[in-house]
């Protein structure tokens, strides 16, 4: 593995929520709720957390330069590190996210999973489906305890795989075990399937892309905090303006690939 930068060892304790302080960016235990959102289309995944009583911290998309250099340092860790070993790891993933991954016949955002099996942190979520990945040695994913001087979370094991990565996806029947992992609402798994992490889904070539403050993304974040429903115009300037952050993301990540 590459030496890690300062800043990009922050960017990663960052996204596993190893952080202190008040900062309302750099402060966020939880900042992956909305970093894992911006991934997603439309408003799909920031009303389904907001459904979940989750936060949607504004100060995240408040500062675009900023949230677009912690990306660039996290992007670049996926593209120092490769796995030493073959893993099969876990994650309760929420059911629509599984069902835009399997559409989209690739991983959708950074995905969080577990070594040691399905974890109970993650069974805070309404309709679960259970996945096994497979990842070969030399996948770009990032063991958090062999990347990180210090792991401060080392009863989740995590490997991290990112964003834009092939994946192949077989349904399992549901064993006796699996049946007893229920969501937030006390239901079992919808399904059980192994997934398959290959290659990069399509790389970019593309120009960067100018991105400006999403001040309707905002007042979107703080109207479904509230429990309300955002502004129609907001809701379109939102969608319009994280298309463009998509594009500017997939184009970083392809660099970093490309560098590695």
């Known amino acids: 593995m590459k030496t890690l930068s300062e800043n990009e ?41 907001a459904a979940e009583g989750k936060y949607l911290n504004t100060a995240i998309i408040e500062d675009v330069p900023r949230l677009l ?27 629509a996210d599984f069902e835009l991954c399997h559409r989209y016949g690739r991983t959708i955002s950074m995905t969080s999973t577990a070594i040691s099996g399905f974890l109970d942190s993650y069974r805070d979520r309404r309709g ?44 399992n029947s549901l064993a006796d075990s699996e049946r007893r992992i229920t969501d937030c609402d006390g239901n079992p798994p919808v399904i059980s399937v192994d997934a398959e992490i290959g290659g990069i889904c399509g790389m970019s070539d593309g120009q960067d892309v100018e991105l400006y403050r999403c001040n309707a993304g905002i007042r979107l974040y703080k109207a479904l905090n509230e429990g ?12 319009l303006w994280k298309k463009l952050f998509q594009k500017q993301l997939k184009k970083m990540f392809s660099e970093k690939m490309t560098a590695s």
């Open 69 to 95: 250099g912690f990306f660039e340092d996290l992007f670049s860790v996926f593209g120092k590190v490769r796995l030493k070993n073959d893993y099969t790891t876990y994650r309760v993933e929420r059911m």
């Open 228 to 239: 309300n429903t955002p502004d129609s115009d907001d809701i379109a300037e939102y969608i």
């Open 9 to 49: 060892k922050k960017a990663l304790r960052y996204y596993i929520g190893d952080v202190f302080g008040n900062d309302t960016f750099y402060g966020d235990k939880k900042a992956y709720i909305v970093i894992n959102s911006l991934f997603f289309p439309d408003i799909f995944s920031e009303s389904a957390r």
């Open 128 to 171: 679960i489906a259970l996945m096994k990945f497979r990842l070969a040695e030399g996948n770009h994913c990032i063991n958090v305890a062999e990347t990180l001087d210090y792991y401060a979370k080392p009863e989740e094991t995590e490997i991290l795989i990112p964003p834009f990565m092939e994946m192949k996806i077989r349904e």
